[in-house]
Nanobody, 126 residues
Framework: QVQVVESGGGLVQPGGSLRLSCAGS????????IGWFRQAPGSEREFVAA????????LYADSIKGRFSITRVVANNTVILQMNSLKPEDTAVYYC???????????????????WGQGTQVTVSS
């Protein structure tokens, strides 16, 4: 069974950068699209970015477009979310999940993903 583990969160000042990693286990990890989502206190989990199984296709939420980038590193079963120009409103727990329908393109919907990791906290504050 495929599992994922998120890491790389922390406390950063506004305008700073963080690099989140989603490490996958299992031989079939590279067969799945991967999505990053985030959840702030009192809010629902929202889409951030997704990458196709091949790494050639990406999707981004409008709120982070131009600031975040998602990359797939096939050699070590990892998906990277590079976050630049961070804002206080980016504060949340960030989760990666596996797209449950490999036959379809990556999507922005929470319910299309599963096998979530435990999340990694990102706090943007001065």
């Amino acid at each position: 069974q495929v599992q994922v583990v998120e890491s790389g969160g922390g406390l950063v000042q506004p305008g700073g950068s963080l690099r989140l990693s989603c490490a996958g286990s299992g031989r079939t990890f590279t067969s799945y699209h991967i999505g990053w989502f985030r959840q702030a206190p009192g809010s629902e989990r929202e889409f951030v970015a997704a990458v196709s199984w091949s790494g050639r296709g990406t999707l981004y939420a409008d709120s982070i477009k131009g600031r975040f980038s998602i990359t797939r590193v096939v050699a070590n079963n990892t998906v990277i979310l590079q976050m630049n120009s961070l804002k206080p409103e980016d504060t949340a727990v960030y989760y990666c999940g596996i797209h449950l329908n490999p036959g379809a393109p990556p999507t922005r919907q929470n319910y299309d993903y599963g096998h979530w990791g435990q999340g990694t906290q990102v706090t943007v504050s001065s």
